[in-house]
């Protein structure tokens, strides 16, 4: 059986009928609920989607694939895969969209928009304000999907883009002008005029973003997190900006979202916007035809994309390793 709970979206009529179309003789059955999903379960062998993955991972007994639609990893239950020894792979169909807004977030704050937004809406005439250097440096930290389409945006800008993950691949390399090893990132942060974060949060890069890599920056520096928001010292990033020590920083999402009157909201140099990066009218038709065509080459014993590996999926659940799952 092929089960299906896709997160933020009923999967559309046509989908569904290409995926029957694709498995033949197999049952496609979409869960309405989380105790349907578990009923189900037993039957599974393919998972397609993550939103009740954790509540049926007790009950499952041929599972053998699960395709999420998240790009990334931090939200899958490591410990309970890792236990069911399962194909485990990401959806990377919106990575261009995801790119870019981080770049028209850099812009936004390069150019002050936002200052000009507010007189707008004042009805005020703003004469030229301050406005940072020109971008001739990026670095960007984390070359998945989403990094290597950011890498060839700047790229396509004339911008120097230096880039670094946690395992280098030939693709990943030839993403960027410089490739830094993971240790030798925070070398490149005085020399830097852009800079993107694109990790997932996983025990080594939670905080990476502290106190002491933001004092690195040059003040004229714009920071845009498209991760999670563990990691960066957020107070940390407050008191930067509230200072003048850093000149931007946009982060798409809050987790967890603070009250109105938190600082977070009034801070000067702060673009906020509430995890929309993926977004847009062809976002659910690009995701349903990834999961097809990942469908397709499971059926046909063809190699899927965007697997992700036995370790990642450790990285991403604090204190959990191979050995403590099994």
């Known amino acids: 059986m092929i089960l299906i709970f896709y997160s933020t979206f009923a999967p559309t009529a046509q989908h569904l009928a290409t995926l029957r179309s694709l498995a033949g003789n197999e049952p496609v059955h979409v869960a309405e609920n989380e105790a349907d999903a578990i009923a189900h379960a037993p039957n599974a062998r393919i998972v397609l989607g993550h939103r009740y993955l954790r509540q ?7 599972l053998e694939w699960v395709q999420s ?36 977030l850099a812009w936004a704050l390069q150019r002050s928009l936002p200052e000009y937004v507010q007189a707008q809406t004042a009805g005020h005439w703003l004469t030229p304000t301050r406005m940072a ?12 999907s989403i990094g290597q389409q ?16 946690r395992t280098a691949t030939p693709e990943k390399i030839t993403s960027c002008d410089e490739y830094l090893p993971p240790d030798k990132w ?13 990790l997932p949060l996983t025990d080594s890069t939670r905080q990476q973003l502290n106190r002491a890599a933001l004092a690195r920056l040059p003040a004229h520096a714009v920071l845009v997190n498209l991760g999670r928001q563990g990691l960066l010292d957020l107070p940390a990033l407050l008191d930067a900006l509230q200072q003048g020590r850093l000149w931007g920083a946009a982060l798409d999402g809050l987790d967890p979202i603070p009250p109105a009157n938190s600082p977070v909201w009034h801070t000067p140099g702060l673009l906020i916007t509430p995890k929309v990066s993926a977004h847009h009218p062809g976002m659910q038709a690009n995701v349903e035809q990834f999961i097809e065509q990942q469908l397709s080459r ?11 590996s036995h370790a990642d999926l450790c990285a991403a659940w604090p204190g959990t390793t191979q050995e403590t799952a099994a």
């Open 150 to 165: 950011l890498a060839r945006l700047l790229r396509g800008l004339g911008i120097h883009v230096r880039g670094t993950a």
């Open 56 to 62: 049926i991972l007790p009950h499952v007994t041929r």
């Open 186 to 198: 925070h070398g490149a942060l005085p020399d830097t005029d852009l800079l993107f974060a694109c």
């Open 133 to 144: 250097p020109l971008p001739r440096t990026a670095l960007v930290l984390g070359l998945g």
């Open 69 to 104: 639609t998240a790009a990334g990893v931090d939200i899958l239950q490591a410990p309970a895969l890792l236990k069911q020894n399962v194909i485990v792979s990401r959806c990377p169909a919106n990575s261009e969209a995801i790119a870019q807004h981080a770049l028209a």
């Open 298 to 308: 499971y059926l046909h014993r063809r190699p899927l994309q965007a697997i992700v």
